[in-house]
Antibody
Framework: QVQLKESGPGLVQPSQTLSLTCTVS????????VHWVRQPPGKGLEWVGA???????DYNSALKSRLSISRDTSKSQVFLKMNSLQTEDTAIYFC??????WGQGVMVTVSS | DVVMTQTPVSLSVSLGGQVSISCRSS???????????LSWYLQKPGQSPQLLIY???NRFSGISDRFSGSGSGTDFTLKISRVEPDDLGVYYC?????????FGAGTKLELK
């Protein structure tokens, strides 16, 4: 069955870089897109970016200068890297296959 | 970016009752390919969002026929009939016709 699981540090210091991994199973990264969506505490959903089946990427324009999404198809993993983190980046980060199946999410807190 | 406006912000319902949630987009969601990429999600407390409806009116795998979606162009509606306790949470609409993918602010469904 389709599964996605996010992993990464729960706490990141301001101005540092966030690195998250989404490990997937039950589907191929070369046939499906994987998206990142985040949700600040108590707030709504914000699309962060995506890596498409062919390997191209799209990013939220508000985050584009700080964001990179890549993948390792041999390991069925998708990576998110966001630099210059600020407190406003505190959120649950979800990875999702084509925005249908979702991972459980990982809480990231930006704080010193 | 396409702005998604959901109403109401919150809704109280009795078990067994019926409710409707409205979602309006700032521009037509009809894609050049003729499809309309409007989806509905439910986020239960402490969980990740789950896809209920895709392309306006198609129920996702395993979703009860108590959930139905309708609409076209810029106006869309989610109806839930015979409400059960497991239906409570926050409902989001989302559009993937034009990237960035955007979500509505959510409608919280509570028990009366």
């Amino acid at each position: 069955q389709v599964q996605l699981k996010e992993s990464g540090p729960g706490l990141v210091q301001p101005s540092q870089t966030l690195s998250l991994t989404c490990t997937v199973s039950g589907f191929s990264l070369t046939s499906n897109s994987v998206h990142w969506v985040r949700q600040p505490p108590g707030k709504g959903l914000e699309w962060v970016g995506a890596i498409w089946s062919g390997g191209s990427t799209d990013y939220n324009s508000a985050l584009k200068s700080r964001l990179s999404i890549s993948r390792d198809t041999s390991k069925s993993q998708v990576f998110l890297k966001m630099n210059s983190l600020q407190t406003e980046d505190t959120a649950i980060y979800f990875c999702t296959r084509s925005i249908d199946y979702w991972g459980q999410g990982v809480m990231v807190t930006v704080s010193s | 970016d396409v702005v998604m406006t959901q109403t109401p912000v919150s809704l109280s319902v009795s078990l067994g009752g019926q409710v409707s949630i409205s979602c309006r987009s700032s521009q037509s969601l009809v894609h050049n390919n003729g499809n309309t990429y409007l989806s509905w999600y439910l986020q239960k407390p402490g969980q990740s969002p789950q896809l209920l409806i895709y392309k306006v009116s198609n129920r996702f795998s395993g979703i009860s026929d108590r959930f139905s979606g309708s609409g076209s162009g810029t106006d869309f509606t989610l109806k839930i009939s015979r409400v059960e306790p497991d239906d409570l949470g926050v409902y989001y609409c989302g559009q993937g016709t034009q990237y960035p993918y955007t979500f509505g602010a959510g409608t919280k469904l509570e028990l009366k």
